[in-house]
């Protein structure tokens, strides 16, 4: 057997973490719940099931290349520090400095966005294999676009390029735009939530609904409409306008070969890409739009553990 690499997915709401072999097979994966959690807690908890993961496996730590570690936010590789806005305390937090440590520094640790591991995962063994221009956007607690220009990852002058959160897809600024960008703030998985609230609120045929304005999940969501619910139907249809201008925004700007739907929302969401599409073409450049495929990921939401798998063994092999 050859070596193999631990690998990190930190989101919002949860960690995952594996021991993948250097081809790209799963030995050993894990997750955890980070909700309430903060600062080192959430660094004690990604040492902790990164430790727990390689002891399911059996390996030795001299069989193992390094950690790989995808980050909800942004990854500063020359501090070795990260800022992850969903996670409180995270502003600066020393991230490699802590992995290191729980590992004696017997392997080496290298972190990147989930946005970059996103493209890099479904590059490697994924829905973009083989192309050379792709997206891939990972719907979950927010919204980040792994972005792939002639073969290499687009990072931008401080590694926050993809950061499409923050696209600006309509002309009113509710206080929540500030925090979260108006694209996260509607059409992420939390964003259904706030703009089923947002929706309800704004006409009294929804009060007809089976669902809880206040405190309603995207999956709940998504079965009632299903379901023929009156605003679970609106609240879609809103969502699939925010999608196809994001997209339609996307392929003007970068004329990618592929846009790669993933995370937790897609899923779900993929019986929507058909209607996304049609939004995307009544904003998007026409020969662009006409020339990209819109598609789901391969791997699921596991593209960040194998993009981080991917970053790993090209930052040091």
Request: with cysteine; aromatic share 8%; proline share 3%.
């Given at each position: ?31 955890e ?43 500063y590789?020359?501090k ?121 609120h ?63 929302l ?5 019986k ?5 599409y ?40």
């Amino acid at each position: 057997m050859g070596k193999s690499i631990i690998s990190i997915d930190l989101g919002g709401t949860k960690c995952a973490g594996a021991v993948i072999s250097e081809k790209g097979n799963i030995i050993a994966q894990d997750k955890e719940n980070i909700s309430g959690l903060s600062g080192d807690q959430v660094g004690e908890l990604i040492c902790s099931l990164s430790h727990d993961v390689l002891h399911q496996t059996g390996i030795d730590i001299s069989k193992i290349y390094g950690i790989g570690i995808s980050v909800p936010g942004i990854s500063y590789k020359e501090k070795g520090t990260v800022w992850a806005p969903n996670i409180p305390g995270w502003g600066n937090y020393s991230l490699k400095e802590k992995i290191e440590q729980s590992f004696d520094k017997k392997i080496p640790v290298a972190i990147d966005s989930d946005r970059a591991c996103s493209i890099l995962g479904e590059a490697w063994l994924g829905a973009a294999h083989g192309c050379r221009n792709a997206i891939h956007l990972a719907f979950g607690t927010g919204i980040g676009a792994g972005i792939m220009v002639d073969g290499r990852i687009l990072r931008g002058q401080n590694d926050i390029a993809g950061a499409i959160g923050w696209l600006a897809l309509d002309d009113r600024y509710p206080d929540g735009y500030k925090q979260f960008g108006c694209f996260e703030y509607n059409a992420s998985g939390d964003g259904l939530s706030r703009l089923t609230s947002d929706v309800f609120h704004a006409d009294n045929i929804y009060s007809k609904t089976s669902l809880n304005p206040h405190l309603v999940s995207a999956e709940e969501i998504f079965q009632a409409y299903e379901e023929k619910d009156i605003l679970a139907r609106a609240v879609i249809e809103k969502a699939v306008v925010y999608w196809g201008k994001g997209v339609a925004n996307l392929v003007s700007i970068f004329n990618p070969e592929k846009i790669i739907f993933g995370g937790g929302l897609f899923g779900p969401g993929l019986k929507f890409l058909d209607q996304i599409y049609i939004e995307a073409k009544k904003y998007a450049q026409p020969v662009a739009i006409n020339l990209v495929e819109l598609c789901g990921g391969k791997l699921g939401t596991d593209a960040q553990l194998f993009g981080a798998v991917r970053m790993m063994m090209d930052e040091f092999l």
